[in-house]
């Protein structure tokens, strides 16, 4: 089993910065991807990054590419997602997400275990 843990989330003003971590614990060398989603009042989860967690490469949902960059600390099994240049449309609940898939994307039912969220607030 793994545990995940969201930190770092507050309220910005538009064109703003944050920076999420998010901390694994338990089995952890068994995932192959990790994730951070997106969702907001009223809207449906949304993937916003993925990274493989072996390869290091990446891959980020057109909305935020070129503003949100994930990396990862695998001595720490830590993932985190630096957010530049907020919108106010990034305004979120934001989870870190595991997958144990060989091969896995921005698709939620891809992922095995969440955090519970961390909250971004972007005003204009």
């Known amino acids: 089993q793994v545990q995940l843990a969201e930190s770092g989330g507050g309220s910005v003003q538009a064109g703003g910065s944050l920076r999420l971590s998010c901390v694994a614990s338990?089995?952890?060398?068994?995932?192959?991807?990790m994730a951070w989603f997106r969702q907001a009042p009223g809207k449906e989860r949304e993937g916003v990054a993925v990274?493989?967690?072996?390869?290091?490469?990446?891959y980020y949902d057109a909305s935020v590419k070129g503003r949100f960059t994930i990396s990862q600390d695998n001595a720490k099994n830590t993932v985190s997602l630096q957010m530049n240049s907020l919108k106010p449309e990034d305004t979120a609940m934001y989870y870190c997400?595991?997958?144990?898939?060989?091969?896995?994307?921005?698709?939620?039912?891809?992922?095995?275990?969440w955090g519970q969220g961390t909250q971004v607030n972007v005003s204009s």
């Open positions: 990274i493989h967690t072996g390869r290091g490469s990446t």
């Open positions: 997400a595991a997958a144990l898939r060989a091969s896995a994307s921005l698709v939620g039912s891809h992922y095995n275990y």
């Open positions: 338990g089995y952890t060398y068994k995932t192959n991807y």
